[in-house]
């Protein structure tokens, strides 16, 4: 992926095949239905997802910087 405005290279990432997607639903499937999430409680889940929420906010400063980047706009704008 690359910054549109400067063309700078932000990351190399390898294009995926319709085979491989495929392969990727299916192995997210077999591990939602056989994986810890299927046989947590509805408290158990809501803790992680409020967890991930806190990191989220924990990180957002440089998560809201690689948008920017990735977007190609400046930092208060993005």
């Not at 992926?1 to 400067?6: D, E, H, I, L, V």
């Not at 192995?27 to 046989?39: I, K, M, T, V």
């Given at each position: 992926?690359?910054?549109?405005?400067?063309e700078?290279?932000?990351a190399?990432?390898?294009?995926?095949?319709?085979?491989?997607?495929?392969?990727?639903?299916?192995?997210?499937?077999?591990?939602?239905?056989?994986?810890?999430?299927?046989?947590?409680?509805?408290?158990?889940?809501?803790y992680?997802?409020?967890?991930?929420?806190?990191?989220?906010?924990?990180?957002?400063?440089?998560?809201?910087?690689?948008?920017?980047?990735?977007?190609?706009?400046?930092?208060?704008?993005?």
């Open positions: 992926t690359y910054n549109p405005a400067t700078d290279v932000l190399v990432v390898c294009e995926a095949q319709e085979e491989d997607i495929d392969v990727a639903v299916k192995a997210a499937r077999s591990a939602f239905e056989s994986g810890p999430w299927a046989e947590m409680t509805t408290a158990e889940r809501a992680l997802i409020y967890k991930l929420a806190d990191l989220i906010e924990e990180h957002g400063e440089e998560l809201a910087q690689l948008e920017a980047l990735d977007n190609g706009k400046p930092y208060q704008v993005a």
